[in-house]
Every structure is written in C-alpha cells, then in structure tokens.
C-alpha cells in the first residue's frame, strides 16, 4: 500500500525524485512507509479503511497483515487515537518509548541519534521544520529507509547502502520494539500492526545478511 503522497515531508525535509526501482523493491519501502505512518500519527478514516482492506498470504508476515486488516475492520478512529496516545504519548510519556537511543542506550538524545544525524547529514537529509520528534524514533526511521529505497532524495540507495543503514540504525532494535508493541497492555490496533513490523524486520534482516 503507498502513501508516499500522505508521508511527504512527514518527518523529514527531501528533494524530489521519482527512479525506475524494482518491483519487490517498491513493495518493501511502501511497507516501511505504511509503517511510518502509522508509528508517526493515529490512523485517520481513510488509513484505517486502506488497512481494513488489505489481504496477506500464508507467510508469517502474510497473516499478520490478514490479522491486522480483520483488526483494523473493527477499530474507529477514535479508538485508535485512545490507543495511540496511550502507547506513544500518555500524561508525561507513553506506555512506550519508541526511540533508538533509548532502546540502545536506556537513555534519550544519546550517542545513537548523533550517528544518525551524522548519516542523515551525509544523505542530504534533514528534519522537517514542522517536526520536533528527534530522528531516531521509530517513525522516522522507517520513513527514511522507504525513501532510501525508492530514492526520494537522490538515486536509490544500492543494496549495500540499504543494508548498512538497517544494521546500524534499525536491525539492532527495531525488532524488540515491535515486540515489545505486541505485548504492550494498551495495544490493541498496534499489537496487530507490531506484528507485521516484527515479521518484516526479520524478513529484511535475513535478506541483507543473505545478500552481503
């Protein structure tokens, strides 16, 4: 499902570009950015219907997005706002903290996000002005690797450019925060989703540890 018309400058601010990528390329960023999406912001109406909608096969990964869609069906936006505010947001802090450098370091603003400052930096890639989040929260990220992807800020990234990003700024944690988005109490919609983002990481972490 692509909604990189909804994600432009969501997070960060980018260039314009529109590469030839793959096919399977094309569905692994619009997967990251559906992710990014939702992580970034409750789901409205329309993102709500699009994910009732979808329809996955006997993969892992597959009936997870066929759970998510079936759970999605029964959630109103409200409800889904309730949810998000209580994982991400709360009175002080949400349920969760979905940050690289908390997750890595148990402590915000750490070495983590000044190596992906450093990185974004290198790509050509800054925070959007609208945007008050430090970059290494969950969103951004699979906002940024989408993009990498595609090439919305300049030529797609090479398999190898993709990989080094993943295992530096998303494999070494990514996956324990979606597990720990399953288990989380307030989690309903997100337990759903966290699955599908479980299963996807290890997909993507198994491809690249194959493919280098």
């Known amino acids: 499902m692509s909604e990189e018309s909804r994600m432009s400058d969501a997070a960060l601010t980018v260039p314009d570009a529109a590469p030839a990528v793959a096919t399977e390329d094309r569905l ?3 997967l990251y950015n559906y992710l ?18 979808l ?3 006997e993969t892992p990964l597959g009936q997870a997005i066929t759970q998510l869609a079936r759970v999605a069906k029964r959630t109103k936006p409200a409800g889904a706002e309730r949810e998000f505010n209580a994982l991400f947001i709360g009175l002080g802090r949400g349920e969760l903290l979905p940050y690289a450098s908390y997750y890595l370091t148990g402590f915000l603003n750490e070495k983590p996000l000044a190596v ?23 969103a951004s990220l699979m906002e940024m690797m989408g993009a990498q992807i595609v090439g ?27 597990a720990d988005l399953e288990a989380a109490k307030t989690s309903v919609l997100y337990a759903s989703l966290a699955s599908v983002g479980r299963a996807f990481m ?6 690249f540890r194959l493919g280098g």
Not at 117 to 134: C, H, I, T, W
């Open 28 to 30: 692994r960023a619009d």
């Open 36 to 53: 990014g999406l939702m992580l970034a912001a409750p789901p409205d109406e329309m993102l709500l219907a699009q994910t009732a909608g």
């Open 55 to 57: 329809s996955g096969d």
């Open 116 to 138: 992906l400052r450093n990185d974004m930096r290198a790509r050509g890639l800054s925070r959007a002005e609208n945007v008050f989040e430090p970059e290494d929260n969950i």
């Open 152 to 178: 919305r800020f300049g030529p797609a990234a090479s398999l190898e450019e993709q990989k080094t990003f993943f295992n530096k700024h998303i494999g070494p944690w990514a996956g324990h925060f979606f």
């Open 202 to 207: 290890e997909i993507e972490a198994e491809g």
